[in-house]
């Protein structure tokens, strides 16, 4: 782990734990950071199905999420990325980051499809992880 992981883990006391999250927790989350809230049982579907999950805490309060979703060899998709606003802005989206591309590349065969959706703004961010855009391939629809 980078230094500067291992700041932001002593400083606040924030523990990094591979695990789904409750359906309460997934809300208070997404409330935080003014996503659309979704049934309660279809969240609890959804994460029951994921193929991985991590979660930031600190001092057991979940402050950050991320998780993929896939068949967990051949396709992962990158889904909930979320840091709380007053947590924002100090390396907790990264490590969440690393949590998953580690997985990935533990899990992944060679040629796997591995994707994610983002408002342009994290471009940035994204890009670290080796993420770039492919154009052509730009074609999604939300049910809303
Ligand atoms: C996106 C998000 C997860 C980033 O988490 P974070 O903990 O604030 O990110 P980090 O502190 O690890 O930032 C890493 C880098 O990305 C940049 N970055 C993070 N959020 C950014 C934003 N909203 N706009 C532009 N750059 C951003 C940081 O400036 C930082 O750059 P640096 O390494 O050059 O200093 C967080 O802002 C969030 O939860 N946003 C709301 C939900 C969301 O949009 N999720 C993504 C769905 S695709």
């Known amino acids: 782990m980078k230094p500067d992981m291992e700041g932001v883990l002593n400083m606040k006391s924030i523990t ?3 695990r789904k999250p409750s359906v309460e927790e997934y809300i208070k989350l997404r409330n935080s950071i003014g996503w659309k ?11 029951n199905n994921s193929t991985y999950c991590v979660c930031v805490e600190d001092q057991g309060n979940i402050i950050g999420f991320g998780r993929i979703v896939g068949d967990g060899a051949t396709v992962f998709y990158i889904q909930d990325i979320m840091v709380v606003p007053s947590y924002q802005k100090q390396k907790i ?21 591995i994707g994610l959706i983002a408002i342009d703004e994290l471009d940035n961010f994204y890009k670290k992880f080796g993420f770039a855009y492919n154009q052509n391939n730009r074609f999604y629809r939300y049910n809303d």
């Open 37 to 47: 809230i979704l049934q309660h049982d279809k969240i609890e579907k959804g994460l």
């Open 93 to 113: 989206g990264t490590l969440i980051m690393k949590k998953i591309i580690d997985y990935i590349d533990n899990n992944c065969i060679d040629g796997a499809i």
């Open 16 to 18: 990094v734990t591979e």
